[in-house]
Structure formats: structure tokens, C-alpha cells
């Protein structure tokens, strides 16, 4: 499920001209642009954050771009393409690969369902899918759903009406309510005065098998990276989560609530109504999260936190009753 | 309009069937599932907080699910279930009387609307509509419409497009705009390591006289109560209102304020933009929530509150200050 | 594109007819209502805060709607109607100019595109347009889409699927992704017991060139004035933008943040995920808003404020410390 690849670019293209300003070797070539730990020896990387340094160490890529600092961490055999502000050269650089990874324009391959080829599958009205849509015997599709080209579902997966899903692998036994947008590009870009660099986004959405998606969310796919739901996860209405978040196995988020950018959550995790989650952080196992909260840090294991900006929920209780 | 049931059982089951485990005389039979308040003789119920103690008094059911503790308050004639976990033993039994509602799947009688049936209605395009649908004379429904059987909707009232309504009784000169999702299932159900067990959901929505919806809210129906939006209320864009929710007369909700499950407004509130309310709680008549609240506390008539969480308004001021 | 408009009155009214109940001399006619800025001689327009003082003294109108004390900044020769709730009678009075600005009923004229009409444009299935709508050459429409009649729009714009536009004004290279509604009546009205009195909304959406609007978002059309949308701003998925809300160029604005009605927002504004403006503020060039935050007063230029209310953002940190 984790090595669907939605965004592949098959032809070997020369890292020098990719880099025309960067003195390379032109017979070096690449595949494909992935993270450090995706990378394989064919593969441009990027490093951007000491979070990533233990990622960084290992990884198998061709070609890194980074900033100096952070260069020292990558193994010898990497090629440092070394900028000052590595996100813009990302862009650029995705850019050039995967030319269509920015906009989300029409799939033009989207047909109504060939019912000889999904005997099993029942189908709403006005249904439309994209070449290689793979789905499981015995799920259902609602009406005026878009399931775009190489999306994989699998089986007892029900999936409601006015839905459009893109970029997206859906386990078994799968419920998603009506009006959800799901594997859209997430909203990134360089900020440029009159015009800003967007970031293409070649990443998808996993969603594992027995997880609920209650109606009008909004799940972005991954910029690199992947965006994860967890086995048997919950979500209530309203809920975006940003690219590249990674929700674990069993938690239930409550109405409302919003991840931003690149944080990841344990397992068994709940979260109440209306809180919020910024980017980049790492919350634990166990954790409960109470409504409302707004989270802006790292939160360990078994924690139980609320407020604006969450804290310890005993603190918060004793706090309210200043 | 609130004796409307979507979910109807009319063959009598042999209580014994139900509850195997328990010694229950076979000769014993229920139809339906419903509240302490709305069963009736032929009836099963459940009683799972003490808060419910002076419906459960008075309540007709035949037979309740109940714990221990709280079973002392229910009438000797009806048949006591002891469990431990009353909401996973209802959830079994809502799955064995009503084996659809637990997942909203397709409506397999959806199809265009029969003009000669609906004379005085205006119909979009792309508008489904299932079997035993009552539309008034006068009304309005936009494009790209599902609106599943047995819905009913009065005179007036205006659709916008890109709906989906389900399991829903609508007044007259109701309005509600596009993207909106009414009717669904909600979020419930008893937490389970890597399969859930769905809360099946067996309530609808009741949207009363002159109400307004504005776009993409989401308002599910009840699980086994209704969810109901009273007469003349008014919501702004994005509302989220969980199963259950009652709402009353001539209130103004603002844009996405989030409610969660079983709580009851009285009539002429006002809240405030993306306020929460939490669960099961009772706000009073003629009160106003500050934008951004977080209501955690039962709310007496006529009060001002706003605040994370909600207290008196002038307090929140004097707070602001320090 | 400012000078669009969508509700026109192109037939003289006597303005006697209009308010029987003022001596007013019956040959005195007015074409339109419009804002106290772009009123010209035949229109009537109304004043209703000190906060527009400066628009009051120079209007053109021909006649405004307005209260005793207020009355004194408007020109001589402007008729006043003098009435005790400004609001309460220009909603009476716009419904009599634009019966049709209070319910967002269906457009009658929606067609599937003539692609001989549209030969460089490219839309996907299910697409209904309105009369006059004018699409420029590379733009793209995915499916289930809605655009209703006047609607313009530039080149190279891509809307998403499942989307309703109407009331609205699209420039070049914009990018509206699927589930969003846009230019739909705004929220507002006169609280009336049974039966509010709904305010029509003959103002308009204005999304300037560069802009990217995220999944699920809404965005209601202005009452008199117009909602903006300033060049090059993005907005993250399910963002809530109230009628007449303006927002400046080159902005940010994170998922799940909403606007109150009427505030104004600077150049290069950013705003976290799920804060909240309240209406009627003035949002300075350069402010930086964090997420959660909940803005309730004006904000000066190169501000950076969090919190609930938000504060100067070295104070919340300094609090958020205690």
C-alpha cells in the first residue's frame, strides 16, 4: 500500500540539467524525487531540517539539496546540491519532473464505470473514474463521485456522494461520508510577491483498512512525502488534515478539528471538537487532546492535554478556576 | 413532524432472540428500538445516565437496557437487561434490529424525479430522489441533488445544489444552500483495538418552519433521538452539528461553530463564530455564546458567556484585561 | 472588474412608491442601491455607522437611507429618509428593487456548455452555465460544476468538481479547488420572532489574478458592496469568508480560519489555521495572526498577535509562561 507511487517519472533525466548553474557531471542521471528515507540510488532527496538528520545519515539517494549546515549529515556518496533556501529549489526542481504535480487540473481519462469490469462493485449515479482505478468486491460507490486515474480501493469500502478522490489508496472496510475532498494538493508554495511558486505536490493519501471519514472533509495529499490515516481510525465532520500528516492506528478525532503541515500522531490518540494541531510535531501514543485545545508542541506518550496553547489538563482545570 | 420514523421494524422479535445469554420468557416480543420517552408497550429502550432518571420513571417500554445502579428507576413491569456496558450491549442490538443503519450505503430507489408526480416543484438537473419522497407544492431543489427515501419536505422550501439529504424531515420555507450534508450517520460508536463496533443510527433530522442553512454544513441525524434545528434558527456557513443536537426557536448560529452530540439550546440564542459547544449539555433560553467559546457547563437562561472555556461575559472582560 | 454588477435595475422607480409612507415628491426617481461610495445620481444607498462618515460626505446618491443623528454628514442636496433602524428598512427596500437577492433560488438558464461558444476552454462532465457567462481561453471546469449566469471569469484558471459559483467575478490563473461555494447569499438578516426578515445580497465576489482558493471552502457574495478576494492571496481548505469581507494581495490564509462579516485586511497578511476575525476590523498591511487566534479589534500595520482575544504576540508567549 506505502509503495503506490502515484507521481513516477520513468526516463532518466541528467542531474546537469536540472542543475544548469551547478558544475555536474552530465552523465549522472535520476528517476525520481522522493524523501530521504524513500530514496533509492536512482532518487534526488531533500534536507531542509535537523529534524530529519537520522534520516539524512542513512539514506541511499543520488543527490541531496540542502544548505550547507545541514550537508555535513549526508553520506559521502550523495551529491550535495548545496542553496540557501532549499525549499524554492524543491519546487523548481519538482517542477521540472513532474510538470502537472502543482495544479490539479481535469483527469482526462475519466469514464463512466465499465460494470463487466467491476462486477462486484455497486456504482451511484453519475459516477466518474480515471484509467486503472482499482476497487475491491462488494464496496460501493455513492453518486456524483470522481475517482481519478490509479486510485487503488479495496474491498467492503463504502464511499458516499458528491466526492472527489485523487492520489489516494484506500484499505478494506473503509466508510467515507458525502462531500469529502480527498488527495487534493496541499497547500504549499514559496511566497513570491504577485505570484507565488507553488509547490508541486507528488505525494498521496493511505488510508488503512476500517477507518471512517465523516462527511465534507478535506485530506490533502503529501508534498513529497505521504499523508496517513491508521487502521480503524475515526474522523468526524469537518476535519482537514494538512499534507503529509500522519494519523496512527485507532484514534478518534472529534468534528472540526484541523492538523496543519507534517505532524504525526501514535496510535490510540483522541481528540476532541474543534482543536487544532500545528505542523511539524510529534504526538505521542495515547494521548487526549482535549476540544478546542491548540497544540504547539510535542506532546509524549499517554499525556493528556487542553487549552490555548494545550497544557497539562490539570493545569488547565486549575487555571480555569483562577 | 416528529413521529416521522426512518427506520421501522414492523415483525415482532422474540426478546429472547435478542439476548440469548439472558433467561428471557420467548413468548416476549418488541418491534422497534426507541428513547425511554418514545417507546411504547411494544418497545425496547435504553437508560444509560442519570440524567435521563425522570424519563425513565415514567417510561412504556416493554424491556430497557440498563446497568445495576440506574435500573431501580425504571417501572417494575418492564424487563430490566443488567450489562456492564450499556452503549456497546445497544449498539448489538440497534446492529440485530436494524442491520442498515450502522452504515449509510447506497439508496438503490434513487432515481430522477417524476415530474407528473411533483407538478408544483422545480427540479435542477442531476436531482435523485428515492422512493416515498414528499416534496411541497412551491419548492425549490438546485442541481446535483440526492435527497434518499422517505424524505419529507414541505412547501417553500428552496435546495441549493450539491446536497445530499437523507433520513430528514424539512418544514416549509425552509433554505438550505449549497453543499450542505443532513442526515447522516453520526459519529458514534464503542471503541474497539482494530474494529470498531459502529453505533448503528436509527434517528433522523427534523429542520423545522423558516429555518436557513447556509453552505457546506453538516448536521447528522440522531442516533436513537432525533436532531432537530427549530423553527426560524438560522445557520451560518460551515455549521457542524453532531447527532442528536437540539436546537431551538429563533436562534443564530454563526459560522462554523461546532456542536457536539446530545446538547440542547434553548430558544433565541445566538453564538457567536466558530464556537463549540460540548456534549449533553443544556443551554437555557435567550443566551448569547461570544465567538470563539468554548461552552463545557450547562448555561442558565438570559446569560452572556464567552471565553475558552465559557464564562460570564463581563468576567471574560475583566480577564482580557489583566 | 469592481464595476461588474450582477442585480441591475435598468426601470426608473418613484421613490414615493418606494417609502408611501414619506411625502415624497413622485416624480423623483431611482434606478439602483448601491454603497454610499459608488452611488451616482440615481441611486439611493444607505448610512448606517460613523465608521463610514467619510463615504457619507461625498456621496452622489440621490437619496439615503439613515438615522437622525447620522444624517448631518450627508450632502444637501441628497433626500435622507430618516428612520430608526437603518438596516431593518434597507432590507425592506432592496427587496422591492431585487425581489429575487433574498433566496438563492435555481438559474433558470443553466445549460451544459456550448463548446463552440467556449473552443479553448475545457470542461469536464456535468458542467451547467448560465446565460452570459464568459470564460477565457485555458481556463479548465471539472465535473459537477455550477456556474451561474454573468459569472466571468479570465484565462488559465482551473475550478476543481463538485463546486457552485454564482454572483461572482474570476480574474487569470486562478485556482479554485473542488467543494467550494462561492458568491451564495451571505448571512444576514433582521431577527423577527417566527419569520426573520432575510436582507438581500446584490453584491458580488471579486477573485483576483493568482489566486488559489483550497477545497471546501465558502465564500458569500457582498450585501451592497462586493467580497474580495486581492491578487495572488491563497487560501487553505475550508476557509469561511463573510459577505463584504476584503481581504488584500499576496495573504495567507491557513485552513479552517474564518471572517465575520465586513472587516478589511491589508497587504501580505498571514493567518494560522483556525483563527477568527470578527466583523467590521480593519487588518493592517504585514500582520501576522496566529493560528487559533481570535481577532476582535483593529490591528495595526507589521502587527504580529495571537490568542484568545488576540494580543500582541511577545505577551500571549509572556503569558502563556505564568
Same mark, same amino acid.
Given at each position: 500500500?506505502?509503495?503506490?507511487?502515484?507521481?513516477?517519472?520513468?526516463?532518466?533525466?541528467?542531474?546537469? *540539467?536540472?542543475?544548469?548553474? +551547478?558544475?555536474? /557531471? %552530465?552523465? $549522472?542521471?535520476?528517476? &525520481?524525487?522522493?524523501?530521504? !528515507?524513500? @530514496?533509492?540510488?536512482?532518487?534526488?532527496?531533500?534536507?531542509?531540517?535537523?529534524?530529519?538528520?537520522?534520516?539524512?545519515?542513512?539514506?541511499?539517494?543520488?543527490?541531496?539539496?540542502?544548505?550547507?549546515?545541514?550537508?555535513?549529515?549526508?553520506?559521502?556518496?550523495?551529491?550535495?546540491?548545496?542553496?540557501?533556501?532549499?525549499?524554492?529549489?524543491?519546487?523548481?526542481?519538482?517542477?521540472?519532473?513532474?510538470?502537472?504535480?502543482?495544479?490539479?487540473?481535469?483527469?482526462?481519462?475519466?469514464?463512466?464505470?465499465?460494470?463487466? *469490469?467491476?462486477?462486484?462493485? +455497486?456504482?451511484? /449515479? %453519475?459516477? $466518474?473514474?480515471?484509467? &486503472?482505478?482499482?476497487?475491491? !468486491?462488494? @464496496?460501493?460507490?455513492?453518486?456524483?463521485?470522481?475517482?481519478?486515474?490509479?486510485?487503488?480501493?479495496?474491498?467492503?469500502?463504502?464511499?458516499?456522494?458528491?466526492?472527489?478522490?485523487?492520489?489516494?489508496?484506500?484499505?478494506?472496510?473503509?466508510?467515507?461520508?458525502?462531500?469529502?475532498?480527498?488527495?487534493?494538493?496541499?497547500?504549499?508554495?514559496?511566497?513570491?510577491?504577485?505570484?507565488?511558486?507553488?509547490?508541486?505536490?507528488?505525494?498521496?493519501?493511505?488510508?488503512?483498512?476500517?477507518?471512517?471519514?465523516?462527511?465534507?472533509?478535506?485530506?490533502?495529499?503529501?508534498?513529497?512525502?505521504?499523508?496517513?490515516?491508521?487502521? &480503524?481510525?475515526?474522523?468526524?465532520?469537518?476535519?482537514?488534515?494538512?499534507?503529509?500528516?500522519k494519523i496512527g492506528k485507532n484514534?478518534?478525532?472529534?468534528?472540526?478539528?484541523?492538523?496543519?503541515?507534517?505532524?504525526?500522531?501514535?496510535d490510540n490518540v483522541s481528540i476532541?471538537?474543534?482543536?487544532?494541531?500545528?505542523?511539524?510535531?510529534?504526538?505521542?501514543?495515547?494521548?487526549?487532546?482535549?476540544?478546542?485545545?491548540?497544540?504547539?508542541?510535542?506532546?509524549?506518550?499517554?499525556?493528556?492535554?487542553?487549552?490555548?496553547?494545550?497544557?497539562?489538563?490539570?493545569?488547565?482545570?486549575?487555571?480555569?478556576?483562577?
Open positions: 500500500m506505502e509503495n503506490v507511487v502515484f507521481f513516477q517519472n520513468s526516463k532518466a533525466i541528467a542531474l546537469g *540539467k536540472l542543475f544548469p548553474d +551547478k558544475k555536474i /557531471n %552530465n552523465k $549522472l542521471t535520476i528517476l &525520481n524525487f522522493r524523501t530521504l !528515507k524513500k @530514496s533509492s540510488s536512482r532518487d534526488i532527496t531533500f534536507f531542509d531540517s535537523s529534524h530529519y538528520e537520522n534520516d539524512a545519515i542513512k539514506t541511499k539517494a543520488a543527490c541531496c539539496i540542502t544548505n550547507e549546515k545541514l550537508s555535513i549529515h549526508l553520506p559521502k556518496n550523495c551529491i550535495k546540491i548545496i542553496v540557501k533556501n532549499v525549499l524554492f529549489e524543491v519546487a523548481k526542481i519538482l517542477k521540472k519532473i513532474y510538470p502537472a504535480a502543482d495544479i490539479d487540473t481535469l483527469d482526462i481519462f475519466l469514464k463512466k464505470p465499465n460494470k463487466l *469490469k467491476f462486477p462486484k462493485v +455497486k456504482f451511484g /449515479n %453519475n459516477v $466518474l473514474l480515471g484509467k &486503472n482505478v482499482k476497487i475491491g !468486491k462488494n @464496496s460501493v460507490i455513492g453518486n456524483n463521485v470522481i475517482i481519478e486515474s490509479n486510485v487503488l480501493m479495496g474491498k467492503n469500502s463504502v464511499i458516499g456522494s458528491n466526492i472527489h478522490i485523487k492520489n489516494t489508496v484506500i484499505g478494506d472496510n473503509v466508510v467515507i461520508q458525502s462531500g469529502c475532498m480527498i488527495g487534493l494538493k496541499g497547500f504549499g508554495f514559496i511566497p513570491m510577491k504577485d505570484k507565488n511558486l507553488k509547490m508541486p505536490h507528488i505525494g498521496k493519501v493511505l488510508i488503512d483498512d476500517h477507518v471512517e471519514i465523516a462527511s465534507n472533509c478535506t485530506i490533502d495529499r503529501g508534498s513529497v512525502d505521504d499523508t496517513v490515516i491508521g487502521k &480503524n481510525t475515526y474522523l468526524d465532520n469537518q476535519v482537514h488534515v494538512a499534507h503529509n500528516v484514534c478518534m478525532i472529534a468534528g472540526q478539528v484541523g492538523f496543519a503541515g507534517s505532524s504525526t500522531l501514535g476532541g471538537g474543534q482543536a487544532g494541531v500545528s505542523g511539524h510535531l510529534k504526538i505521542g501514543n495515547n494521548v487526549k487532546i482535549g476540544g478546542g485545545s491548540g497544540v504547539v508542541k510535542n506532546i509524549e506518550d499517554n499525556s493528556i492535554v487542553m487549552g490555548y496553547p494545550a497544557i497539562p489538563f490539570k493545569k488547565f482545570i486549575k487555571n480555569s478556576k483562577k
